[in-house]
């Protein structure tokens, strides 16, 4: 059973940091790429990065504050959020795509339930 599971969300003040993960099973790590998504309320899911099975990062926002990792041994990826804004407060979703990376939801094959985050003082 494949299955994706986001951890690490929760309330942090602007300026603080939160790593997520996404723990993955059901499936070889090393042959998907995963990628970040996030959600505000009111406001459409939009792609944040991405790492593909070669490790090739993508980010499609934030890169200049967020970074993408990956260990394959954990079966586990990694955003790193520091200097955190008030705008960065979504549901935070991780999904996995056969071998490539892509800034398009419909281009992923599997999704984890979501993970809260929430910036504010």
């Known amino acids: 059973q494949v299955q994706l599971v986001e951890s690490g969300g929760g309330w942090v003040q602007p300026g603080g940091s939160l790593r997520l993960s996404c723990t993955v099973s059901?499936?070889?790590?090393?042959?998907?790429?995963i990628g970040w998504f996030r959600q505000a309320p009111g406001k459409e899911r939009e792609a944040v990065s991405c790492?593909?099975?070669?490790?090739?990062m993508s980010y499609y926002r934030v890169k200049d504050r967020f970074s993408i990792s990956r260990d394959n041994a954990k079966n586990t990826v990694y955003l790193q959020m520091n200097t955190l804004k008030a705008e960065d407060t979504a549901v935070y979703y991780c999904?996995?795509?056969?071998?490539?990376?892509?800034?398009?939801?419909?281009?992923?094959?599997?999704w984890g339930q979501g993970a809260q985050v929430t910036v504010s003082s």
């Open positions: 790492i593909s099975d070669a490790n090739g």
């Open positions: 999904a996995a795509a056969p071998n490539y990376c892509s800034g398009y939801g419909f281009q992923y094959e599997y």
């Open positions: 059901g499936f070889t790590l090393d042959s998907y790429g």
